[in-house]
């Protein structure tokens, strides 16, 4: 294993989420300008829009989404889909059709 690959700038930093002000003290390598005092100890601060305390994943508020029903919803449309095609009435066959064959001598008696 080559060791010059791993940084060595590791620190503990505090992760800030904007959401909910929760803060999370981490060790990181990420460049901040930004500080806060956290138990009587400065440390750098990240600020972040959302975390594992603000996403609602992992708080339990996701939104659950009725995946049985969407089943029942496709059967029900291909069967009203399916007794609509079965009632259309498709246009008439070709040898329905009337049509009328004219002959030359047809023609040149109209003319």
């Known amino acids: 294993m080559r060791k010059t690959i791993h940084p060595q ?3 503990s930093v505090v992760f800030q989420d904007l959401n909910n002000n929760e ?30 305390a603000s996403h609602p994943f992992f708080t339990g508020q996701e939104k659950l989404v009725d995946i ?23 246009g008439p066959k070709v040898s329905d059709k009337k049509e009328s064959v004219m002959n030359l001598s047809d023609l040149k008696s109209k003319s």
């Open 9 to 11: 700038n590791y620190r």
């Open 23 to 52: 803060t999370f003290l981490t060790k990181s390598t990420v460049e901040t300008d930004a500080t806060i005092t956290l138990d009587s100890v400065e440390y750098p601060l990240v600020k972040v829009h959302i975390s594992s």
């Open 68 to 90: 049985e029903g969407r089943v029942d919803k496709f059967n029900a449309r291909l069967a009203a889909t399916k007794d609509k095609q079965k009632n259309h009435k498709k």
